[in-house]
């Protein structure tokens, strides 16, 4: 049954950790539970630190038609109208380039991503396979078999024209992290510094540097305004370091039984299932089983 406007509600929700398996993939019964869902009528939105292109086989899978906010909320558009007019959050290219151009950063680093324009600049092409297969699975690069310099720099920051969306850094130690965030304040200290893993047993740091207008809250606050739907009536579902904002300020935010102890003290409710378990469509279908008990 179709809710009215009036009682549908928003659900802003991540991908990695959250919506998608441990596999990166989404599960048929996650599918079909989101399809339920809006077919209530209520307005499902991905909001995802993933580019575009990490993004968009996950939204058509679940055949979604609303706002997808990326890159934690520096790029908002909606890819099936393209009447809508995209939110491009960046900073200059310039500070980019001064960071990668600092001589503690340059050595400590094994490789970059710039986003830009909706794509990837990547500033070497670095194939040590046990490297480079990680960073493209984490930074959704595909780079061409004979041609690497097709989507990378070559450490040629000249080749950086655009202003940039996010800068990610692959830091070579996590021992270097405390340095590394130093040097990066010191370059640019108007700017969001977020870090993450990619496995907790794994020796890779990433280092995000966004625009401190690019945040999940804001981008669930946009998208709050856009459909009309207050922040008491949103929910948002995460697991990690940037979705922290996110989960405080919805009426309903939803940390992963999988995700980690800072998204636990930051929501108001933690999933009882994990993200290979359905969580977000578990806990979605209870809610509103309740919230209807609630309200007949």
């Not at 086989?57 to 934690?72: E, G, K, P, S």
Request: proline share 4%.
């Amino acid at each position: 049954m179709k809710r009215s406007k009036a009682n549908r509600f928003l659900i802003a929700c991540d991908l990695d950790g959250t919506l998608l398996n441990s596999s990166g993939q989404l599960d048929p019964k996650t599918i079909e539970g989101v399809k339920r869902i809006i077919d209530q009528g209520h307005i499902f939105c991905i909001v995802t630190g993933r580019p575009i292109r990490g993004a968009i086989d996950i939204y058509n899978q679940l055949n979604l038609d609303t706002v997808m906010a990326n890159y934690n909320g520096a790029y908002i558009s909606n890819p099936s109208d393209s009447s809508f007019q995209p939110i491009n959050m960046t900073f200059s290219k310039d500070i980019a380039k001064a960071i990668l151009k600092d001589p503690f950063i340059s050595k400590n680093i094994t490789n970059a991503v710039v986003e830009a324009n909706n794509s990837a600049r990547l500033l070497n092409n670095n194939l040590d396979p046990a490297i480079w297969n990680t960073f493209m699975n984490i930074f959704h690069v595909q780079i061409p078999d004979n041609d690497e310099c097709v989507v990378t720099m070559c450490n040629d920051l000249k080749k950086l024209e655009s202003d940039v969306n996010a800068l990610l850094l692959n830091v070579n130690s996590k021992s270097l992290f405390d340095p590394m965030v130093y040097h990066i304040k010191r370059i640019a200290p108007t700017l969001a510094v977020r870090s993450w893993s990619v496995k907790p047993s794994d020796n890779v740091e990433i280092i995000e540097i966004n625009s401190a207008f690019a945040d999940k809250s804001m981008a669930m606050r946009y998208l709050s305004s856009y459909y009309g739907i207050p922040l008491d009536r949103c929910m948002s579902f995460g697991d990690g370091e940037n979705d922290l904002t996110m989960l405080y300020n919805a009426g309903y935010g939803f940390a992963m039984k999988n995700g980690t102890r800072t998204a636990k003290l930051m929501a108001r409710h933690i999933t009882k299932h994990t993200n290979d378990e359905n969580g977000v469509v578990w806990e979605l279908e209870y809610m509103f089983k309740e919230l209807a008990k609630h309200n007949a």
